[in-house]
């Protein structure tokens, strides 16, 4: 799995659909990186097999294509990478923020307070 750091990240951060995998109150208790998605891991799979229309409905944002610069992440990586898993068996080819959310506080990465 291809990973990506908080250099190039946080470079290039428009340039990313930055899905959280972390669960809801996770979000909501220690905020989230700017313009992450939170799709909660035992969501995920679902979530990739939804229509655009009921994609866009439940998670307000508009599905990513497969040719999407993807990046996973969560609190410490675990769950980023099997997110990547997923992504990978619905044919996305998608990045593991290999540090994760604390990676990006301990950097002075800007965190916006959490909206799941």
């Known amino acids: 799995m291809a990973e990506i750091n908080f250099t190039e990240l946080s470079a290039n951060l428009s ?6 995998v972390r669960n809801r109150n996770e979000v909501e208790e220690n905020g989230q990186i700017p313009g992450a998605h ?5 969501e995920l799979e679902e979530a990739m ?3 655009d229309d009921a994609f866009e409905n439940k998670y307000g944002f508009s599905k990513p294509s497969t040719d999407a610069a993807i990046v996973t992440h969560c609190m410490k ?3 980023a990478r099997r997110a ?4 990978k068996s619905k044919g996305y080819a998608t990045r593991v923020y ?11 990465g800007e ?3 959490g909206k799941p």
């Not at 939170?38 to 035992?42: K, Y």
């Not at 990547?84 to 992504?87: R, S």
């Open 15 to 20: 340039d990313h659909v930055v899905v959280d």
């Open 38 to 42: 939170c799709i909660p891991l035992p």
């Open 49 to 51: 097999d939804m229509d």
């Open 77 to 79: 990586g675990g769950r």
């Open 84 to 87: 990547g898993d997923i992504f």
């Open 98 to 108: 290999e540090g994760s959310f604390n990676d990006w506080k301990a950097r002075g």
């Open 111 to 113: 965190v916006v307070p």
